[in-house]
């Protein structure tokens, strides 16, 4: 080999070399992580913060995308797109599995079953908890966190005071037996619909009124759409967390255990920020002057109490009178007489 050839071959291998880090450099694993509400709002903020320790504790081998506001898919067609495997990451709530035949879900929908926060962190950080992501597996999901966003408050163009005022009312629910029980209990028509599709659907007086949280009323402006608003506190929203399971379990260790860590911060986070972000919602839609809030009186509570609390006994053959039994163990639950 000639003195001019053994050159070319070193200046080869050299620039080989000098490109081995970006050619050879791993791609990033991409997680898609979708959810159906806006950015502001305890779960969009929760999403955001674990992408952020997702990044920079796996120092950029995971890249998580957010994908908000259902810009990719809605309510029912997100859970199918995750068993797919067309998104790796989604945060549901709780209502949305029972379509999905895990209807033990559809306990935490039950009307006035959690006095307060503590009482639903109780049973999802507890065995009950535990006992319901095991049942997610046989559909190829894993449950990592639970994400809690408090207290369902009740709208309409009516006031809704007393449980008369709600009789004939065309009530807007997620797809949820338990919901559809609840609304029914009330002498509503319930009429489950894509919570993308709630604001077109108050606004065009397809359906009357809704359930939901403050964070929702503000950031998904229902409040400019519905009239009357009452601070019932009669049900309780939360999100689960979800990846793909094969996904998930195809991740390689180091990364997964990381991604673990960045998601119990995140939950940790989602968890503290949930009641004041609602309070500060709720502070704003006052503030807006668009719509009147009403706090309940104790008798009106009680008489809704009264309508809604054959709901539980109705929904057993549903839920699980186990499951049922569970959360009102964990919680020190006792029925009003
Ligand atoms: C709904 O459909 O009302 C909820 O799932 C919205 C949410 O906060 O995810």
């Known amino acids: 080999m000639g003195h001019f050839t053994t050159r070319r071959i070193a200046l080869a291998a050299a620039a080989l070399i000098s490109l081995a880090p970006a050619a050879f450099a791993q791609a990033p694993i991409v997680i898609k992580f979708s959810h159906v509400v806006a950015p ?11 992408k952020q320790l997702a990044e920079e504790r796996t120092k950029g081998r995971v890249k998580v995308e957010l994908y908000p506001n259902s810009q990719l898919y809605k309510d029912k067609e997100e859970l199918e797109a995750l068993q797919l495997g067309s998104v790796q990451m989604l945060a549901p709530s709780l209502a949305k599995f029972g379509p999905l ?8 929908d039950l009307p006035f079953i959690f006095k307060n926060d503590a009482a639903f962190r109780a049973v999802t950080e507890g065995p009950v908890g535990a006992d319901l992501f095991k049942k997610l597996e046989p559909k190829g999901i894993k449950g990592l966190a639970y994400w809690d966003n408090g207290f369902h408050i009740m709208s309409s163009n009516k006031p809704l005071h007393h449980v008369a005022d709600f009789k004939g009312q065309k009530m807007r629910i997620q797809s949820s037996k338990v919901l559809d029980a609840q609304m029914r209990a009330l002498g509503a028509i319930p009429q489950v619909m894509a919570f993308s599709e709630l604001y077109q659907a108050l606004q065009s007086g397809v359906v009357d009124g809704t359930e939901g949280v403050p964070s929702n009323f503000w950031t998904q402006k229902i409040f400019e759409v519905q009239k009357n608003i009452t601070l019932s506190n009669h049900g309780h929203l939360a999100y689960a967390v979800i990846v793909n399971k094969k996904f998930w379990d195809g991740l390689p260790a180091d990364i997964r255990a990381t991604l673990e860590g960045a998601m119990k911060d995140a939950t940790t986070y989602a968890n503290a920020i949930a009641a004041t972000e609602n309070t500060t919602a709720l502070e704003k839609i006052k503030a807006s002057g668009k719509t009147t809030l009403y706090t309940p009186t104790e008798a009106e509570i009680n008489e809704w109490k009264k309508a809604l609390m054959p709901v539980h006994k109705d929904m057993e053959s549903r839920v699980g009178k186990a499951t049922i039994d569970a959360v009102y163990k964990a919680t020190g639950f006792a029925a009003p007489k």
């Open 101 to 108: 035949g895990v209807k033990e879900y559809e306990v935490f």
């Open 40 to 50: 502001d709002t305890p779960k969009g903020k929760g999403a955001e913060r674990f």
